[in-house]
């Protein structure tokens, strides 16, 4: 028996599929690509942008050439497919998506919000990208309808945060937080496992302290080593060493067990293009990955949560 309470399958995790039945309806994302830059790239920030950083770091179904309403319009026929009653939940994921003056954002999040079958906005950012007059936007979007601000975070560790190139500290990121959170808006936040030089313990303590937070959404990431990025010439030159699948699992589990059961963890593993992929060969097997967390935790006697305290 599942001692989990937050599932009703073999889970042993909040998924975003058991917050869909609490919901009462099935929400998919549609997977869009505004044509953002980044502050990290464009040089307010830096130059260049994160060393894993592969064109906003997304895996995008529609090259960024097509109009945002195209994409959508590709992405709801996707999803209609697979369930024709689904609702969609649009979300900006390249780059960074409220990196714009107000006015920009709200004609595009506006445009979309009136599209058929769209009942929310997903809108992954940086930390250090909202403004006071974007705060008061996206709150006042959050009374209007299901928002989730998603913030790329990756490890609380700023020695890490230099090591690539993410131009912003965790202290940063708490002002950011806090400030979404102190509106009363919807959070989730991005870690990635197997940044260069972590060892399991920090990337353990990188959730512990996410969770400490209270997060609504975390999603966990495996660190894909891309072609054409920085991080792709330190693997070649032997300075870089992807994580195994045993120890990616084994961290995952520790995560997942320091994490509040009522966080909804919409993601354990990343979706790397496996055109693109250079390393690890083993994430291209995303069912096995997701098997291999499942079967950790039913033998391990563990759930989310179990060592969550307040
Ligand atoms: S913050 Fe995101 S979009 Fe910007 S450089 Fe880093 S990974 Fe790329």
Redesign the pocket.
């Known amino acids: 028996m599942n001692p989990f309470p937050y599932s009703s399958d073999n889970k042993r995790y909040h998924t975003l599929s058991y917050r869909n039945r609490t919901l009462g309806f099935t929400a998919f994302k549609a997977v869009l690509d505004a044509g953002f830059t980044?502050?990290?790239?464009d040089g307010s920030k830096g130059f260049g942008?994160?060393i894993?950083?592969d064109a906003?770091?997304g895996y995008f179904s529609s090259p960024p050439s097509i109009s945002v309403e195209q994409q959508l319009k590709s992405e709801i026929d996707r999803i209609r497919r697979r369930k024709p009653d689904a609702r969609v939940i649009a979300y900006f994921q390249?780059?960074?998506n409220t990196y714009a003056p107000v006015s920009r954002l709200k004609e595009l999040y506006e445009s979309v919000l009136s599209c058929e079958g769209v009942c929310g906005l997903a809108i992954s950012t940086?930390p250090d990208a909202l403004s006071s007059s974007i705060l008061d936007y996206l709150e006042a979007l959050s009374r209007e309808t299901e928002l989730t601000v998603e913030l790329?975070l990756q490890s609380v560790h700023d020695h890490t945060l230099k090591l690539i190139n993410?131009c912003h500290s965790y202290l940063d990121f708490l002002h950011g937080y806090q400030s979404l959170k102190g509106l009363g808006i919807r959070v989730g936040v991005h870690l990635i496992n197997g940044l260069p030089e972590e060892t399991p313990d920090m990337m353990i303590r990188s959730a512990f302290c996410i969770g400490r937070l209270q997060p609504d959404a975390v999603k966990l990431h495996l660190l894909h080593v891309i072609r054409g990025t920085p991080l792709n010439d330190l693997y070649e030159s032997g300075r870089y060493e992807p994580m195994t699948l045993k120890n990616y699992v084994d961290v995952i589990v520790s995560q997942l067990e320091v994490l509040p059961p009522q966080t909804v963890i919409e993601r354990v593993t990343g979706d790397a293009d496996k055109r693109t992929l250079v390393a690890p060969a083993w994430s291209k097997d995303k069912i096995r990955v997701l098997g291999s967390i499942d079967k950790a935790m039913a033998e391990r006697e563990t759930w989310q949560g179990k060592y969550y305290n307040t």
């Not at 980044?38 to 790239?41: A, G, L, Q, T, V």
């Open positions: 980044c502050p990290n790239i942008g994160c894993y950083c906003g770091s390249a780059h960074t940086r790329g993410r």
